[in-house]
């Protein structure tokens, strides 16, 4: 086997190491989303159960202050992390939306 060959051979072995890593973190994320709108489906039901409002923007006001700041330490982009958060809690206001339109409010 030639010097090339080697490297590359060396490069490919890395690369499915690191995506290996890379499956792992993203099953992690999958469950740890799916739990986490396991909890916010429950949130939608109280609101709806109790008339409140579906979106809370002063909850959500807190929550990007906080991750933004824990992004800057984990070394994430603050923005990237606050765009993540918004993507979320879109998806999470329409289900509370179709929740509390199902019971009729
Ligand atoms: C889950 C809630 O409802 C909405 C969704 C939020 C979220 O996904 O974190 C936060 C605030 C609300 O706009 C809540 O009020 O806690």
Redesign the pocket.
């Known amino acids: 086997m030639n010097t090339t060959q080697a490297t590359q051979d060396a490069a490919q072995s890395k690369l499915e190491e690191l995506r290996r890593s890379i499956d792992n973190i993203d099953a992690a994320l999958i469950y740890m989303l799916a739990e986490r709108f396991r909890h ?1 489906q429950a ?1 939608g039901k109280l609101k709806a159960t109790n008339h409140m409002p ?3 923007p002063a ?2 006001a807190r ?1 990007v202050a906080r991750l933004r700041q824990l992004a800057q330490s984990a070394q994430l982009d603050p923005d990237f992390a606050e765009k993540f958060l918004a993507f ?2 879109r998806e ?2 329409r289900h ?1 939306e179709a929740i509390a339109a199902s019971e009729g409010r």
Do not use: K, S, W
Request: hydrophobic share 45%; aromatic share 0%; charged share 25%.
């Open positions: 916010t949130v579906p979106a809370d909850r959500e929550q979320i809690i999470v206001i509370h």
